[in-house]
């Protein structure tokens, strides 16, 4: 039995939607996930899937994209991401029910691997702008899209209290922490999801949502005050499953 993480997936099995063009490593993305995920996931696996899974606009557009996914081995958990327009917060009890025994919506709850708590939500980091010199160094930021910011985050570290808090509650103290967005911006070196994570004393924390070189280096990678950071997002890891455990 493994635990495994990939993220972005952006499937368009209904919608018109190609991401050719953001560079060669996404042509045929599908094909390589399954191929990936056939080669390296076994039934008994788990695969947690961190967010932007399709560009379906209601559930009705990903119905394909969310069949492709339970069609790949192991036990599949979905977190929510940005773009996941089909995925309303209030509604993932709904979906566990209509998706029960095929896929797991992790939102406000938590599911258990082995003796470990398997927590997460979809996050959110202060983008910019960002206003920069001439050799790209930042010299300050938008305040007022910043306090916006806060805002959301506070709002994401009070759902992810509660899958803390249903995972303490059933007697767990081993946690792996699932994020869509990374942990921090780039102008922050902690964060209130890096703080609640080591208040938990969370083994790995698992992020997604970077792409592109320029920005796989935005957050937090590796081994930081005891933690083990994963960026899994799809083009990164070349759309092969990244194994945590």
């Known amino acids: 039995m493994a635990l495994y993480a990939i993220g972005d997936f952006h499937l368009s099995f209904q919608t018109d939607k190609s991401m050719d063009k953001f560079g060669s490593v996404w042509r045929k993305h599908e094909e390589k996930i399954r191929k990936n995920c056939n080669r390296l996931i076994h039934p008994e696996d788990t695969l947690v899937i961190t967010g932007d899974h399709s560009w379906g606009r209601n559930l009705e557009e990903c119905r394909e994209d969310l069949a492709f996914i339970e069609a790949l081995p192991g036990n599949k958990i979905l977190l929510r991401g940005n773009h996941d327009m089909f995925w309303d917060a209030k509604k993932t009890e709904r979906l566990n029910r209509e998706y029960q025994g095929h896929l797991a919506f992790l939102q406000n709850n938590y599911y258990a691997y082995g003796d470990y708590a398997l927590v997460g939500t979809k996050g959110y980091t202060f983008e910019g702008p960002f206003y920069l010199d001439r050799r790209g160094r930042i010299l300050g930021w938008d305040e007022e899209k910043e306090a916006h910011a806060k805002k959301l985050v506070d709002r994401e570290i009070a759902r992810l209290q509660l899958s803390f808090n249903a995972a303490a ?76 455990l």
Request: charged content about 20%; aromatic content about 16%; some cysteine.
């Open 169 to 244: 509650a059933d007697g767990y103290q081993k946690f792996i922490l699932f994020l869509h967005y990374p942990p921090t911006s780039v102008i922050e070196t902690d964060s209130p999801f890096t703080q609640i994570a080591e208040r938990y004393h969370v083994e790995h924390v698992v992020y997604s949502h970077c792409h592109g070189e320029s920005r796989f280096h935005d957050s937090i990678r590796g081994s930081y005050h005891g933690i083990s950071y994963h960026l899994v997002s799809g083009d990164f890891l070349k759309f092969r499953p990244e194994r945590i």
